[in-house]
């Protein structure tokens, strides 16, 4: 194995060592939320955490974790673009009950992925 992919191999160890964490963080800022849905300061945390998983996730292999952060990123952003503190509680439910799934199931694969991580290999 040559250093470069070595270290690669150190990397993709550190990201999957490091999903637990990430797992901890989005069912935190996702309970948080739920308990205040009018507080842009929860929505802009848990935004923040599923922002960054989808943004590296498949950069390590990880690619259902990573699918289903930036679904959970878009969902977010639309929660923004009703203006959490202004839009009616109607339309923040519907929200936050479709992303519902989403998130449990990108804390689900936060938790099974904890294990080897995938081959990450250099393109050519």
């Known amino acids: 194995m040559g250093e470069v992919d070595s270290r690669l191999a150190e990397l993709g160890a ?35 955490v599923v922002h960054r998983i989808a943004g590296s996730a498949t950069s390590y292999g990880y690619d259902e974790i990573g ?9 977010l952003e639309l929660l923004r ?3 959490v503190v202004d839009a009616k509680a109607a339309s923040v439910a519907a929200v936050l009950s479709g992303l ?5 199931r990108l804390i689900d694969a936060l938790a099974r992925d904890s294990g080897p991580a995938p081959s990450l290999s250099r393109t050519h």
Not at 100 to 104: D, G, L
Request: proline residues 8%.
């Open 14 to 48: 550190r990201y999957r060592a490091s999903l637990p964490i990430k797992r901890a963080s989005v069912e935190l800022a996702w309970r948080a939320l739920n308990a205040g849905p009018s507080d842009p300061v929860r929505l802009d945390s848990l935004q923040r």
């Open 67 to 75: 699918t289903l952060a930036a679904r959970a990123d878009e969902g």
């Open 81 to 83: 673009e009703l203006g």
């Open 100 to 104: 519902a799934p989403i998130i449990e």
